[in-house]
């Protein structure tokens, strides 16, 4: 069946541009994560969805980030004002809520703002 | 400290070695564990899940040590392929922690 999917795969901007990350989960899985990766680095946790609600939103790094997830599918990551060092793969993980939570990842997609 | 810690690495293994490295954990309320493998430029797999009893899927044993906090990956018989990195990723009530990873290169 399908796997997560990202779109752009790829996104080049200039700074102070705003820029919007999609991600499509596994249908059924109603939890669903963002994590960001810089060059050589671990993933950082930014946000989780239990359905369309965002229980924990502490891990996103400023206000400049938000994301929004609607009919428990879809979910859109936004970053205002881009800065460089939001430079990095953004990736987005879907899974069931069980009790393994197995997460599946999508393909990221890499920013960067020149 | 860090919820969850691991040797970066590199571990450089020559093939058909046995390399093992562990993941230690800090919060005692932390209910599931994994491994996961991420190839360079790629999103990170699960490779295994870690139950209490300890685990194999081929040349792969995973173990989990509740009352020392941590968990170990074994891999036997090492191929060129296994070369990646290996991260640990602990799971309690609403929250998921992954560390930064382990890598791993396999010589030939």
């Known amino acids: ?114 | 400290r860090k919820e969850v810690e691991q040797d970066p690495g590199p571990f450089n293994v020559p093939e058909g070695a046995t390399v093992a490295f562990n993941c230690t954990y800090s919060n005692s309320a932390s209910q599931s564990f994994f491994w996961y493998r991420q190839d360079c430029r790629k999103e990170p797999k699960l490779l295994m899940s870690v139950y209490s009893s300890g685990n194999e899927d081929g040349r792969f044993t995973a173990q989990l040590n509740r009352a020392s906090q941590y968990i170990s990956l074994l891999i036997r018989d090492s191929k060129l392929s296994d070369s990646a990195t290996y991260l640990c990723v602990v799971k309690r009530v609403g929250e998921i922690i992954f560390g930064k990873g382990t890598r791993l290169h396999i010589l030939p």
């Open chain 1, 1 to 114: 069946g399908a796997g997560v999917s990202q779109s752009p795969s790829n996104k080049v901007t200039e700074k102070g541009k705003d820029v919007e990350l999609r991600c499509d989960p596994i249908s059924g899985h109603t939890a669903l994560y963002w994590y960001r990766q810089r060059l050589g680095q671990g993933l950082e946790f930014l946000i989780y969805f239990q359905g369309n609600s965002a229980p924990d939103k502490s891990g996103l790094p400023s206000d400049r980030f938000s994301a929004e997830r609607t009919g428990e599918s879809v979910s859109t990551l936004t970053i205002q004002r881009t800065q460089q060092e939001d430079s990095a793969v953004y990736l987005c993980a879907s899974s069931l809520v069980d009790e393994k939570e197995t997460q599946y990842f999508g393909p990221g997609t890499r920013l960067l703002v020149l």
